[in-house]
């Protein structure tokens, strides 16, 4: 249910078991990332305040499932969602609800990525250390100014700027875990 993640979460008995279930899912394989509706799963953990859980998760599922061969899709592209999560997802964000003007952040792929904007801004995603090894978000730069949140809003993309992302090998656990203000926005 993307579109109330913290109720969901509530009679599942809260945050904590929440990602319990969440790490079950992922551990013992029952996510098949070629089901589209189930796309967001992986942002989830951001919403429970574990936003490091959804940088392994996208860096993981995008060296599994996404290759350049024949087939380099798992599941059926039949309406470009698959490509579609790969793009934004390499990118640095998703939109894990449509409708809803927030973008939950991942795991760029990317030392730089710009996406221009229908107002001719561009928004820019730019990281530091980024590499297989480097998926986890150690901080973010947004325009100048420390950013602590794990999504962005479509008013952030919409004004142009950049988001500088300084990755690290280890989970930075500290970094957008503010479950309170997550289950509230989203």
Not at 38 to 57: D, E, L
Not at 123 to 140: L, M, R
Request: proline share 7%.
């Amino acid at each position: 249910v993307p579109h109330d993640v913290g109720g969901l979460m509530k009679i599942m008995g809260g945050n904590a078991r929440f990602i319990a279930k969440l790490d079950t899912m992922f551990e013992k394989g029952y996510y098949w990332h070629g089901n589209e509706p189930g796309h967001h799963t992986a942002y989830m953990y951001a919403y429970a305040g574990a936003p490091w859980k959804t940088q392994r998760q996208v860096r993981q599922l995008i060296r599994e499932e996404y290759t350049a061969d024949p087939g380099g899709l798992s599941g059926n592209e039949d309406g470009g969602q698959m490509s579609s999560w790969v793009v934004f997802s390499m990118m640095g964000f998703y939109p894990v609800c449509p409708g809803k003007p927030y973008y939950v952040l991942g795991s760029p792929s990317f030392e730089e990525a710009s996406v221009q904007m229908g107002n001719h801004k561009f928004f820019t995603i730019k990281t530091v250390n980024n590499s297989p090894e480097n998926c986890y978000i150690q901080s973010a730069i947004l325009n100048g100014k420390p950013f602590t949140k794990p999504y962005l809003t479509h008013r952030q993309l919409a004004e142009g700027g950049t988001l500088l992302i300084n990755m690290g090998p280890k989970p930075k656990v500290t970094w957008g875990n503010n479950a309170a203000e997550l289950s509230s926005v989203f």
